[in-house]
């Protein structure tokens, strides 16, 4: 049993939940399952691995240059309050759900994800989630929501964190698959994420903005303006810009806690430019891990789940409209920072603090899903909606978890918002 335990512990921690390796396998099924010769799988194989991993430094090149730029600004404004960072909120619920003996949450992880592949396998939805990362995260939180909220511990608390998270992964991104058509046209693919109900609220939302017709890829600009037609050219005048004024307003005290011994200026200047590279790298990494993963998925689907939906990262959806990614990064940024004003405002004594991941990677994904059916005015209203969204529902479930570190996603904001409220009027307010 020892040995089982070891090879199954390894293949939990380096295997699934290691994005490249968890695609990697995926990939060479669906090409053992298409009779490809090893030649070719050994090409696809590594080719996917390859693609994953530039994918994974232009995020992490994305989340580093971001989130010193916001720590920086929040500190001149003098913001504390609670944590959005996902990360953050897992490795927190995990110490908490150490002490009740479910610290390892891989084992509801990979639980789950066999419920998915049931569920996908004997259901008309066939959707099969594969951001490994992402399963893990959602395994961590839901677990904790449950223990908080319910007070479930052991058995019972492990059984109902599987169901909810295999059924959460199995019906939401089917869910929204629909609201994609336009997007994605006949394509196996759909979004695997804690970004699925809030993708479909906002494909919703951009409608009544703007049109379809009326995409910021199509965007006519004039004379020199035309240059912000590059995506590298638009983010780095675009970031560069911004990161350049917040450092300004900043001034050279604060932006030394980051910046060191270099000049403030040049700092904001090469935060931004950082930010082109890293969108650059990470497109590069979609388009090749893709080339890869899309003709293996279907030998993969023919024999295990016949016509399955591969739900995927974020990411995977900004090639489609890199220009009304980069708008929904920044209406939402600013739609998140008015979220602040207004808990502000309202003197709220929970306030949230917007995080890189959050403002990047859901801005970005949720401005492609409402370019699609509200063009570039409906990207603009719908994902400034959402930022206040994200922060005030982030308050709102900090309040209601009595935590001081919530994930920042939309979906929790929302879909799971209303599920541990409802909780709350069912069995009461948690323990201090």
């Given at each position: 049993?020892s040995?089982l335990?070891?090879i199954l512990?390894?293949?939990?921690?380096?295997i699934?939940?290691?994005?490249?390796?968890?695609?990697?396998?995926?990939?060479?099924?669906?090409?053992v399952f298409?009779?490809k010769?090893?030649?070719?799988?050994?090409?696809?194989?590594?080719?996917?691995?390859?693609?994953?991993?530039i994918?994974?430094?232009?995020?992490?090149?994305l989340k580093?240059a971001?989130?010193?730029?916001?720590?920086?600004f929040?500190?001149r404004?003098?913001?504390?309050?609670?944590?959005?960072?996902?990360?953050?909120?897992?490795?927190?619920?995990?110490d908490?759900?150490s002490?009740?003996?479910?610290g390892?949450?891989?084992m509801?992880?990979?639980?789950?994800?066999?419920?998915?592949?049931?569920?996908?396998?004997f259901?008309?939805i066939?959707t099969?989630?594969?951001?490994g990362?992402v399963?893990?995260?959602?395994?961590?939180?839901?677990t904790?929501?449950?223990?908080?909220?319910?007070?479930?511990t052991?058995?019972?608390?492990?059984?109902?964190?599987?169901l909810?998270?295999?059924?959460?992964?199995?019906?939401?991104?089917?869910?929204?698959?629909k609201?994609?058509?336009?997007?994605?046209?006949?394509?196996p693919?759909?979004?695997?994420?804690?970004?699925c109900?809030?993708?479909?609220?906002?494909t919703q939302?951009?409608?009544l903005?703007?049109?379809?017709?009326?995409?910021?890829?199509n965007?006519?600009?004039p004379g020199?303006?035309?240059?912000?037609k590059?995506?590298?050219?638009?983010?780095?005048?675009?970031?560069?810009?911004?990161?350049?004024?917040?450092?300004l307003?900043s001034g050279?005290?604060?932006v030394?806690?980051?910046?060191?011994?270099?000049?403030?200026?040049?700092?904001?200047?090469?935060?931004g430019f950082?930010?082109?590279?890293g969108?650059?790298?990470?497109?590069?990494g979609v388009r090749?891990?893709?080339?890869?993963?899309?003709?293996?998925?279907?030998?993969?689907s023919?024999?295990?789940v016949p016509?399955?939906?591969?739900?995927?990262?974020?990411?995977v959806?900004?090639?489609?409209?890199?220009?009304?990614?980069?708008?929904?990064?920044?209406?939402?940024?600013?739609?998140?920072?008015?979220?602040?004003?207004?808990?502000?405002?309202?003197?709220?004594?929970?306030?949230a603090?917007p995080s890189?991941?959050?403002l990047?990677?859901?801005?970005?994904?949720?401005?492609?899903?409402?370019?699609?059916?509200?063009?570039?005015k409906?990207t603009?209203g719908?994902t400034?909606?959402?930022?206040?969204?994200v922060?005030?529902?982030s308050?709102?479930l900090a309040s209601?978890?009595n935590?001081?570190?919530?994930?920042g996603?939309?979906?929790?904001?929302?879909?799971?918002?209303?599920?541990?409220?409802?909780?709350r009027?069912?069995?009461?307010?948690?323990?201090?």
């Open positions: 049993m040995v335990k070891s512990d390894f293949f939990i921690t380096q699934f939940q290691t994005p490249a390796y968890f695609m990697a396998v995926v990939v060479l099924i669906g090409s298409q009779k010769d090893l030649k070719s799988t050994v090409v696809a194989v590594i080719k996917t691995i390859v693609g994953m991993m994918l994974g430094i232009g995020a992490g090149q580093n971001s989130q010193a730029v916001i720590e920086i929040t500190a404004m003098g913001i504390q309050g609670v944590s959005t960072d996902m990360w953050t909120a897992v490795y927190a619920y995990i908490e759900l002490v009740v003996g479910m390892n949450v891989a509801v992880m990979i639980t789950a994800w066999v419920v998915n592949l049931i569920l996908a396998r259901t008309p066939k099969i989630f594969l951001t990362h399963a893990y995260c959602d395994s961590a939180f839901i904790y929501f449950i223990y908080r909220m319910v007070g479930l052991g058995t019972a608390l492990f059984a109902s964190a599987v909810a998270c295999g059924v959460y992964w199995w019906l939401f991104p089917a869910l929204l698959r609201f994609l058509n336009p997007l994605l046209g006949d394509a693919l759909t979004l695997g994420h804690n970004l109900v809030s993708g479909i609220i906002t939302l951009a409608k903005f703007g049109k379809a017709s009326d995409s910021a890829e965007l006519k600009l020199w303006l035309s240059i912000f590059d995506s590298v050219v638009a983010y780095s005048i675009i970031m560069g810009s911004i990161y350049l004024l917040i450092i307003i050279p005290e604060i030394a806690m980051k910046a060191g011994n270099a000049n403030y200026i040049m700092y904001g200047l090469n935060q950082t930010m082109a590279v969108v650059y790298v990470l497109l590069s090749m891990f893709l080339n890869e993963l899309i003709p293996a998925f279907k030998g993969f023919d024999k295990l016509g399955a939906i591969a739900a995927v990262d974020s990411p959806f900004w090639s489609y409209a890199p220009t009304a990614a980069m708008l929904g990064f920044l209406t939402t940024v600013v739609g998140q920072f008015v979220g602040v004003g207004i808990l502000a405002a309202m003197g709220s004594s929970v306030i603090i890189v991941i959050p990047f990677f859901g801005g970005c994904t949720l401005g492609v899903f409402a370019n699609s059916t509200g063009g570039w409906g603009i719908a400034f909606i959402m930022g206040i969204v922060i005030m529902g308050a709102a209601l978890l935590t001081g570190f919530v994930p996603h939309s979906d929790w904001s929302t879909l799971w918002l209303a599920i541990v409220g409802i909780l009027l069912i069995f009461g307010p948690v323990a201090a």
